[in-house]
């Protein structure tokens, strides 16, 4: 880890020295030990501040709308999740590709900071260290050496693109792509298609009701790009403020709509929510039922692939005519 | 929900006039409840319909809008695949709402009260049937609670 | 504030006898935005327009609700009453309480609440309804014709005596197509050359009309009464105004083993060519493929011996673009490859030909001089056999699933044509239905069994084997159950007809669609065949479907007609219905591009000022004339900053809150 931190902050240096960009954007490390938060740095003084931990989760690609509008030329550190979400703006022309420098960092997996704490680990921790798949806790007194994949994010655990799909640079080599089980991919989805639709429409209330309209899922979210959302559009009339169980059902149900076919399955949205809300859960199943009707596709991958919501074949198939419509 | 609470099997305490809403395509299913009318065919007056240009320009956002309004089905219509007016309008519709049938259904709502289907002009048979059909469905289903805006008096 | 007028029509009883018209005025008088409610008898006739009329004028309505039959119907009678008004046509909307409330409910109970609700809708909708004005678009005087066979002729002269300019474009060295290759036509026997050359000369030398030959179409911009077309016209090496077709550079040709296209492959031709001997223009084309000079610098033999000094090998495929206001596509068929039948030895042995092959053999300008000797060895054949649907009315993949049409009836004509020559031959048909339904078919084809003595039998060939000098041809009788073995000395295969396989590349040339079988997709099979989806593109002939010379006549003049109801005009009026971009909100993804069947939306930029500072934005541009109003970009956008005009989301939204009550 020490010698990605050290790459990152020479990269940094040199590319604000030579003017090769106006502004980075990467991580620094706040006051406690899972802080690593965004920081956007424009002088090479500052390039020190960089750093690379098992706690750079944040996606950084999204900042880019707003840095582009004021820098002309803007480098960026992207790991292979945040660098699919890169390519999906690119996609919706959000972004200028030839504006940005991407360097691109390959990610073993990120630790989550309550699964830590529910083990009591953050009790006096100083530091954690990432050793291969073993994790470092580092007190005043004693290491702790651990597997890593108690302490994952459940979304890294599932991760199938560790090394960044699009780069200029590389700070890291690339790593191996671990053998992810199939099944496992969808298995939450599974568990919930299992149960009745009287207990899938209870759990939903549930878990909706506890949304604040924080809007945070949208705000981090790559595919959720729009200058004017329609949620902040009261002359559209689609959404209201008021906190009524239809209005966070709406909002969801719609936002997951709309990212059909363009969820690059980052898995931030379930992240950042305040509420805890398992939002990824929407994603994926519409990612199911994709791949089951229509093939597989993976938004932010291949950007000459077309997105599956927005195309259509002569012979596609449908969930709803059993019979005198669409062919199966 | 209280209505749904006094669904006790096979006494219904308050008597439920279902709502449907349907969407039709002005050139192929809309025609084909025309027919439906003009060969005097019959299906239950709860099936209220919205005539669209293509089955393509109904959005989801509708959908969901009726059934926060209170609607217990909705029913979308377009031409046959092949046969749009707009030569693709309803290729896009079979993806579209093949993705949010399996949508509504995942977050609880009866797949009973979603149909997407095809109807040409010329068949206005077919039209009364398959309202006819949603509404028998929903009537055994009852009102739907789903979903629903509490503060919409219906 | 709006003043809405709402107008329930009893159409007599259809409406009254199961919707209580006074409780929906009463109703009506309570909605919002409604001023004014009556009902009357007959709203579509002159009384009840006027009722409609009068309130606009005198109690300054300033949207119309009728509450009639379907919008199918009156709408547009409806539209234009308010239009005379004053009032701007679409500001009137109608409730449908007739095909779908009245006629489908059976007592008042049923019918009236929901009559009720359905104004309410249509109120709704009408308070958020704005005046829409129709575009208008400039018109070329022009039409293009892609494909040069008998319909692209007819089309052309139809178009051109009616004063309007045409240019046919067409694939190979001369106009004429497959009607240039057969013999006789049915049912009338005549010799196919001799009724199309006339009309061939006619469109050669037609002041308004202007060829294209040996060019191709290599793309089309624009819409109706605006296209843009480049044409690329191949080099033929010859001089079209220097030649005089005199044909002495064929003749001294040293290079003469190419295939004859013209003659199906059954003779070989010179490098330097007329596909026929009437081909227009009366020009020659030198095949560089085939030609000694063109592949090895030596030779030039033909412009040693032209006297009009009319060969140019320096020639170069040049391209022209020019404007036209419609387009009519008249490419044609083939027949299908029969590769996949080698039941029929069709490859193998050279006496075994298909029904196109076997017109140029009785031709009397065909390779044996309109003789039928055996291709194999030139002899007099005694036995011949026909099979029809060889690869139509077939659900393999061999084959076209569809009935090819003509062969029933060519097959009639080749079998008497023979006997009527060569009354000694034996002529056998194998047949699973005889199709004939055009004007005196049926009584054509009885001919053949009834005085010419052809043999029809009903059943399939299974198998067709060399035997010798002889073809055996083993065969089912279906009616008897019996096997047939016959020794023929020819058999005739009735290949199925399919679309040309350029057929893809024009649909995507011109954004038109096909079906399944690449014939191109008219926009309704009964009331509009010879329209396309796209307007000012237009269909005719076999392109469209499997069809014999007299339809193919028929839909030319139709497609002329189209074509010149369009180009009379000055200029054309749009489909007012269409989307427009709030360019304030789009972000520019351009997810609605994709989305559009007639490419009406494209990307294009505006200057944004963003805290201070110019950004170009890119955004979404709606071609109205393009835009056909069908709404699949409005669903695409997320933040709905494409909306549709007439159909808008609001106005949708409000019909659903309406109805939900």
């Known amino acids: 880890m020490d010698k990605i931190t050290q790459k990152i902050r020479e990269t940094a240096k040199l590319a604000l020295e030579n003017g090769e960009v106006e502004k980075i954007i990467g991580w620094t490390k706040g006051d406690t030990f899972d802080d690593s938060h965004p920081v956007f740095i424009t002088d090479e003084d500052k390039a020190d501040s960089l750093i690379w931990d098992s706690f750079c989760v944040n996606n950084v690609s999204k900042y880019l709308i707003k840095e582009l509008k004021q820098s002309n030329k803007v480098g960026v550190f992207l790991k292979g999740c945040d660098s699919l979400g890169f390519n999906q703006l690119i996609v919706d022309n959000r972004i200028d590709r030839t504006k940005v420098v991407v360097y691109g960092i390959s990610c073993p997996g990120m630790i989550d900071p309550e699964k830590v704490k529910n083990e009591g680990l953050n009790k006096g921790l100083k530091s954690v260290k990432r050793s291969g798949d073993e994790i470092i806790f580092i007190t005043s007194e004693v290491e702790k050496k651990l597997s890593s994949k108690d302490f994952e994010f459940d979304k890294c655990l599932k991760c199938r693109h560790p090394n960044p799909v699009v780069y200029d640079q590389l700070m890291t080599d690339a790593l191996e792509e671990r053998e992810v089980d199939l099944e496992a991919r969808f298995k939450d989805v599974e568990d919930l298609e299992a149960l009745s639709n009287d207990e899938r429409s209870a759990y939903w209330k549930n878990q909706f009701s506890k949304c604040i309209r924080c809007n945070a899922c949208r705000n981090i979210c790559p595919a959720c790009s729009c200058v004017k959302c329609i949620f902040d559009n009261t002359k559209a009339e689609v959404s209201g403020k008021a906190k009524a169980d239809t209005e966070e059902q709406f909002y969801h149900i719609i936002r997951a709509y709309h990212v059909a076919g363009r969820c690059v399955e980052c898995g931030e949205c379930s992240r950042v929510c305040p509420a805890g809300i398992p939002l990824h859960k929407l994603n994926s199943k519409i990612i199911k039922d994709l791949n089951g009707l229509y093939g597989e596709h993976e938004a932010g991958l291949d950007s000459s692939v077309e997105a599956p919501i927005g195309m259509f074949k002569l012979d596609d198939c449908d969930s709803f005519s059993k019979q005198g419509g669409g062919k199966k | ?154 | 504030m709006q003043r809405i007028g709402v107008f329930v029509c009893w159409c007599g009883s259809n409406i009254a006898a199961t919707v209580g018209i006074e409780k929906v005025i009463k109703e009506a008088k309570k909605m919002p935005g409604v001023v004014y409610a009556k009902d009357y008898q007959y709203m579509c006739s002159e009384v009840g327009q006027n009722l409609i009329k009068n309130g606009i004028k005198d109690l300054l309505l300033d949207r119309i609700v009728v509450a009639s039959c379907s919008p199918r119907m009156h709408e547009a009678t409806f539209r234009k009453a308010a239009k005379a008004a004053g009032l701007n046509p679409y500001l009137l909307e109608v409730a449908n309480i007739r095909e779908h409330c009245s006629w489908i409910h059976k007592s008042k109970e049923e019918g009236t609440p929901k009559a009720i609700a359905l104004v309410r809708a249509a109120v709704a909708k009408a308070t958020l309804n704005k005046e829409l004005i129709p575009g208008q678009i400039d018109v070329t005087h022009r039409a293009l014709i892609i494909g040069g066979g008998i319909a692209g002729i007819q089309t052309a002269i139809d178009i051109a005596e009616a004063g309007y300019e045409v240019d046919i474009i067409e694939k190979t060295p001369s106009i004429g197509g497959k009607m240039s290759q057969l013999d006789k036509t049915f049912p009338t026997l005549d010799c196919s050359a001799c009724i199309l050359t006339p009309k061939m000369v006619d469109a050669a030398s037609h002041p308004n009309i202007h060829l294209y030959t040996y060019s191709e179409l290599e793309s089309v911009t624009g819409y109706v009464g605006n296209f843009e077309a480049v044409i690329n016209q191949k080099a033929r090496s010859v001089d079209l105004d220097k030649c005089t077709g005199c044909g002495v550079c064929s003749e001294k040709c040293p290079s003469k083993k190419a295939k004859s296209e013209f003659n199906e492959g059954l003779r070989t031709r010179a490098a330097i060519y007329m596909p026929f001997a009437q081909a227009v223009p009366n020009v020659p084309v030198i095949d560089r493929e085939n030609c000694i000079k063109f592949k090895t610098g030596k030779c030039g033999i033909c412009e040693k011996v032209c006297t009009a000094g009319a060969i140019d090998y320096t020639q170069e495929d040049t391209k022209i673009t020019k404007k036209y206001g419609a387009i009519v596509v008249s490419t044609g068929y083939d027949l299908i490859g029969l590769e996949k039948f080698g039941e029929y030895q069709y490859a193998d042995h050279p006496d075994v030909i298909t029904s196109l092959e076997f017109e140029r053999l009785t031709n009397a300008a065909g390779p044996t001089g309109g003789q039928l000797l055996c291709p194999s060895d030139k002899r007099k054949p005694k036995k011949i056999v026909f099979v029809q649907c060889v690869g139509s009315r077939d659900k393999s993949v061999r084959g076209k699933t569809y009935c090819s049409k003509i062969c029933c009836m060519y097959t009639a004509k080749h079998a008497m044509l023979i006997k009527d020559h060569y009354p000694e031959m034996e002529a056998y048909v194998f047949y699973i239905d005889v199709r004939t339904p055009g004007k005196n078919f049926e009584e054509f084809q009885r001919r053949a069994v009834e005085e010419y003595g052809v043999h029809y039998i009903k059943g399939m060939v299974g198998k067709v084997f060399p035997d010798g000098k002889k073809l055996q041809v083993h065969a089912v009788d279906s009616i008897t159950g019996e096997t047939i073995e016959i020794d023929a000395d020819i058999v005739v295969l009735a290949a199925a007809t399919k679309a040309k396989d350029d057929a893809a590349t024009i649909k995507r040339i011109l954004s038109i669609s096909t079906d399944n079988d690449n014939f191109f997709t008219e926009a309704h099979p009964k009331l509009r065949p010879v329209e396309t989806h796209s307007a000012g593109i237009f269909l005719a002939g076999a392109c469209q479907g499997p069809k014999d010379i007299p339809e193919t006549v028929a839909q030319a003049s139709a497609a002329a007609a189209k074509v010149i109801g369009v180009l009379s005009k000055d200029k054309l009026v749009n489909n007012p219905c269409v989307s427009e971009v709030d360019e304030a909100i789009c972000s520019g993804c351009l997810a609605c591009t994709k989305i559009c069947p007639y490419d009406a939306i494209s990307p294009g930029t505006v200057e944004v000022n963003e805290n201070g500072k110019k950004i170009i934005k890119i955004v979404a541009k709606v071609n109205e004339a393009l835009c056909q109003g069908c709404g699949g970009c409005t669903v695409a956008c997320r933040p709905g900053a494409i909306d549709l005009k007439g159909f808008s989301n609001k106005q949708i939204l409000a019909e659903v809150d309406a109805i939900c009550r």
């Open chain 2, 1 to 154: 929900m209280s209505i749904e609470d006094e669904k006790i099997e096979g006494i219904d305490k308050v008597k439920f006039e279902p709502l449907v809403v349907a969407f039709c395509c002005n050139w192929c299913s809309y025609a084909g409840a025309d027919l439906a009318g003009t060969s005097r065919f019959s299906y239950p007056a709860n099936v209220k319909i919205i005539r669209v240009p293509c089955s393509c320009r109904v959005s989801e956002n509708f959908v969901l809008r009726a059934f926060q309004r209170g609607a217990d089905a909705v029913v979308i219509a377009g031409c046959h695949p092949g046969d749009c007016h707009y030569t693709s309008g309803n290729y896009h519709t079979r993806r579209r709402f093949s993705i949010l049938t399996n949508l509504l259904e995942y977050m609880g709502i009866e797949q009973e009260r979603f149909k997407v289907d095809w109807i040409s002009a010329a068949e206005g048979h077919k039209f009364a049937s398959v309202m006819n059909d949603v509404l028998e469905k929903v009537h055994k289903l009852g009102p739907n609670g789903k979903l629903r805006d509490d503060r919409w008096i219906r």
